[in-house]
């Protein structure tokens, strides 16, 4: 019986690489891709096939910074997999920080300007967005989307 593997965001960077690692030391199991971009799964998916023949490769779809679609997609996997072997939690964000000009200006002509060039403190911004559900994009995301995930895979009852 062929092992199940999960991994979320393996459409690219660490996920993807984790994937063709695990199948370079195991062609025989099913790799299941659990992506937000299914065209990029499934560009994926045929890529893997075609390096290792004897592997199952799948999609499914999961954005984990938007609850409905982690609980659909927890619903699917227990569907789909009697068992699951290993579930690799790879999807995450990483919001792009901006140089804060004003700040840098403020900064110059202040007895601050030292500490604020060895620490770069008040000179980096970023901007978190508000999800549609309520929290934080980087938190549900990395963290909270999985967490839900996890639990919708182990609980016996449905949500």
């Known amino acids: 019986m062929r092992k199940v593997v999960v991994v979320t965001g393996a459409s690219s960077g660490v996920g993807l690489a984790l994937c ?22 499934e560009a994926v998916r045929a890529a893997l096939l075609a390096a290792h023949p004897a592997a199952e490769v799948s999609v499914v779809q999961v954005d984990v910074s938007n609850l409905r679609s982690v609980i659909r997609a927890a619903r699917e996997l227990k569907q789909r997999f009697q068992r699951l072997d290993y579930v690799y939690l790879n999807a995450g964000i990483m919001p792009n920080p901006q140089l804060n000009i004003k700040a840098l200006f403020s900064g110059l002509f202040s007895r601050k300007v030292i500490h604020m060039f060895s620490t770069a403190e008040g000179l980096l911004t970023q901007e978190d967005k508000v999800t549609a559900d309520g929290l934080q994009e980087v938190f ?10 996890v639990k919708g895979l182990g609980s016996r009852s449905s949500y």
Request: include cysteine; charged fraction near 30%.
């Open 20 to 41: 063709k690692r695990l199948l370079e030391e195991d062609d025989e199991l099913h790799m299941c891709l659990a992506c937000r971009n299914v065209g990029k799964a």
């Open 140 to 149: 549900e995301t990395n963290v909270f989307g999985h967490f839900i995930l």
